[in-house]
């Protein structure tokens, strides 16, 4: 048996990011940048107005005042796209609107609802200072600075910054391929009736749901039998995944097949059974490339499973070098005791206090097959192996899942 730490220290270890190629924006959508990216233009590309109004020469204005405005004559009109070749000569003035290229010679702009418009002049009635109104070329990002770093995922900001820079196409780290099988004779899908002694399988469509996260394509390999040739076709035909996750028969029972149908396989196992509660039965191994976990079969522990190692290995091989499990520090609302050196997780709702700090609550129930307890939380609350109880208020780890 093996600790939590040890046991991800194993996957971190061996955890390298798959393949690079290069994908048109559209498609990066989600992926994580593999090389640095560097601008290829200035943003702006050109001085532009931020505001609909007219583009002057500051020190024209100078002697602007209330009793005294000054007058200049409007000399033409730049529309955003367009673009004016004759420069802003003293004591004149030039319609722009916002986002139009500034005319050489106007250092400025005033706002349209700042000056009067009275027979083809504007009148000023107090000074403008240079510069202002006006996006200078280059003020977001000069070309050749590093636009992004390898390791950022490719979100809508940066994808906005990418394309607002004119790139097509970037280097991105490939999508992880997950297969899900569940493994169980007692395993029914909903829709089908319940024979006596049978369960609906749930930890499908947890596992798919929780890789929606992480963002990898999920094949469903679906149910199948406790029965060790079945399994083992089926995991065959889950080979072209990345990362195989296989839930249920991973523990010490009669029926419990996995362990054995992967080694015959040809897998190397990097470690079985954690030093945690729950989720103890967890098997992680390496079949040639691929990844394979088999996952308790108890949906608790499935999930914290997939929390704790799984999701963080998926960030990894996508490219994110430094991802971790989702933690967080929350002040316990109740306190909580366990009586072994294993590290535990509670089912816990997370939320913010009246003074902003999280606040996780445990669930009533706690159990490693306690549905609805899993249905009302948030988090796991975190206790660390030396620890036998930590009482109300005292701050903890929790591991967040989304709402
Ligand atoms: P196992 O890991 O096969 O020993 O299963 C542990 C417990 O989890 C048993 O009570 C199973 O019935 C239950 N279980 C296994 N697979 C699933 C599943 N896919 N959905 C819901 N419960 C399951
Ligand atoms: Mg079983």
Redesign the pocket.
Known sequence: MVSVDEAWAKIQAMARPLSIRRRRLEEAVGCVLAEHVRAPIDLPPFDNSAMDGYALRAPDTQPACAEQPVKLTIAGEVAAGGWQETPVVPGTAVKIMTGAAVPSGADAVLMLEDGRLRNGCVEIRSPVSSGQHIRRQGEDVRRGDVLLEPGRRLNAQRLGLLANSGIVEVPVFRRVQVGLL???S??TPPGTSLAPGR??????I?LQTLLLNPGGRCEDLG?VA?DPNAIAERIRRGLSADVLLI?????V?A??HVKRVLSELGMTTVFWRVAMKPGK?LLCGRLGDHWVFG?????I??VVGFLVFIEPLIRRLEGEHDAQPRSARALLKKGVSKKDARRHFLTAHVAPAADGRLEAAPTEKQG??MMQALAQANAFVVIPEDRQQIPAGEEVDVLRFSD
């Open positions: 569940a493994t169980g007692e395993l369960i609906y399988d749930s930890n499908r947890v149910i406790d839930s249920g028969g991973v523990s029972g029926h419990d039965p996952l308790p079969g108890n949906p522990s499935c490693s097959a």
